[in-house]
């Protein structure tokens, strides 16, 4: 027999966090698919497991989730290269750095010299920022 209960939400009900199998899918297609048809399919899911009336995921929480997981992979762009350093900030990572760092990382990876530069202008500078 079939019980005929239904939960009442409250406006204004924010959603549920992302559930561990959320996450992982997550971590793994983000970086090939785009944020919201990624929103679309968790939603999909969620209203598949527990009923329309569940608070839908939003963009912001799923940003925010992304964003936890560090830059998308294959980002080489100038967008990632930002994502990339402000989690490296956040994290304590980039105050560490220092032109002996670099040097050494050339060297192991047999980086030419403007290659060098280009490391120092960019992991060096959000320092000199930091300072002024």
Not at 11 to 26: D, H, K, V
Not at 35 to 59: K, S
Not at 95 to 107: G, L, N
């Amino acid at each position: 027999m079939k019980s005929n209960v239904r939960t009442i939400r409250l406006m204004g009900e924010t959603p549920r966090s992302f559930t561990p199998a959320e996450t992982a899918l997550i971590t793994k297609v983000h970086g090939y698919m785009p944020a919201q048809q990624l929103l679309d399919i968790l939603n999909e899911r969620l209203t598949a497991d527990l009923g329309p009336d569940e608070p839908q995921h939003t963009m912001d929480q799923l940003y925010k989730e992304i964003g936890d997981t560090g830059v998308p992979s294959g980002g080489h762009d100038w967008s990632s290269l930002r994502k990339l350093l402000a989690k490296a900030k956040a994290d304590g990572v980039l105050s560490h750095i220092t032109r002996q760092i670099i040097d050494d990382f050339a060297v192991v990876f047999s980086l030419n010299a403007g290659q060098v530069l280009r490391l120092q202008d960019v992991l060096l500078a959000h320092q000199e920022d930091d300072q002024s």
